[in-house]
């Protein structure tokens, strides 16, 4: 079911740029909107530039994220960018103004679905994510910072209007994003199972997160169990529960809200 979500959330996000974002010279968020850019500028097909843009990120993020995350972002990549290439670029609304809105609420329902799935639309995502390791830097930030970037070459190279819509598309993608799916909320998670060094492993290999790993004792079986207790952001933890579910399906989860973390939240890097 998850790639069938990423696929169908993909899908979603190619046809909102070809049919509403693209024909009036709006842009989107993220390398998504270099892509148009040079789509707009140069012969190149929006879809090709978009792969070829994230193909390197999406190699560093293999060797430096979790595997899952990114094999679904490269999922992702390939159907938008398939979809960019495939789909003809269609004027569907004439109003300009209209166009960004919707265009921009249907772009944040796709990545929505996507980041439900444990993926993401690649580019920027990836980008923040390397740098948050190395800087410690809020993720939130970063994008809106690159973003930024975007519709400053928007604005020089097209005009300022175009600026001013690609800026209402992108503040409606984002709001319609944090209502499906807000990845900044913190969440404690307390794991309790029998199989706690098998769990560790599995979740040091594919989570990008510090974990520990606590001992415990059945209050009604008074049998051994490991508590396994980590922090993650709510962009991951669909792919945890995955993770978890893999290895022992009988664990007893506990999932909380975290107010604030103090401290080291990232796993460190030899």
């Given at each position: 079911?998850?790639?069938?979500?990423?696929?169908?959330?993909?899908?979603?996000?190619?046809?909102?740029?070809?049919?509403?974002?693209?024909?009036?010279?709006?842009?989107?968020?993220?390398?998504?909107?270099?892509?148009?850019?040079?789509?707009?500028?140069?012969?190149?097909?929006?879809?090709?530039?978009?792969?070829?843009?994230?193909?390197?990120?999406?190699?560093?993020?293999?060797?430096?994220?979790?595997?899952?995350?990114?094999?679904?972002?490269?999922?992702?990549?390939?159907?938008?960018?398939?979809?960019?290439?495939?789909?003809?670029?269609?004027?569907?609304?004439?109003?300009?103004?209209?166009?960004?809105?919707?265009?921009?609420?249907?772009t944040g329902f796709g990545i929505g679905v996507i980041l439900r799935c444990s993926g993401s639309s690649g580019g920027f995502d990836i980008i923040s994510m390397l740098l948050a390791r190395k800087m410690d830097f809020p993720i939130g930030t970063m994008l809106s910072a690159m973003n930024a970037i975007v519709i400053l070459i928007s604005g020089f190279l097209f005009d300022w209007d175009s600026a001013l819509y690609t800026m209402v598309s992108i503040f409606v993608t984002g709001k319609v994003v944090d209502a499906i799916y807000t990845h900044h909320v913190k969440l404690t998670l307390m794991i309790i199972t029998e199989k706690g060094e098998e769990m560790r492993q599995h979740l040091l290999d594919n989570v990008y997160r510090g974990l520990t790993v606590l001992d415990g004792i059945g209050g009604y079986s008074n049998q051994k169990r490991n508590v396994l207790m980590t922090v993650i952001t709510r962009y991951q933890l669909g792919e945890v529960k995955n993770l978890i579910t893999e290895v022992d399906p009988a664990a007893f989860v506990n999932i909380t809200e975290t107010v604030e973390v103090i401290g080291l939240f990232h796993k460190t890097t030899q």
């Open positions: 079911m998850q790639f069938l979500g990423i696929i169908f959330g993909s899908f979603i996000v190619a046809a909102a740029f070809n049919l509403f974002l693209i024909p009036h010279e709006t842009m989107s968020s993220g390398l998504s909107g270099v892509s148009m850019i040079i789509g707009i500028l140069t012969p190149l097909n929006t879809g090709i530039a978009n792969f070829l843009l994230n193909l390197p990120l999406l190699v560093i993020g293999y060797l430096k994220l979790g595997r899952r995350f990114i094999c679904n972002t490269i999922l992702s990549v390939l159907v938008v960018s398939l979809g960019l290439y495939f789909i003809p670029v269609i004027e569907i609304a004439h109003d300009i103004i209209l166009s960004s809105i919707f265009g921009g609420a249907i």
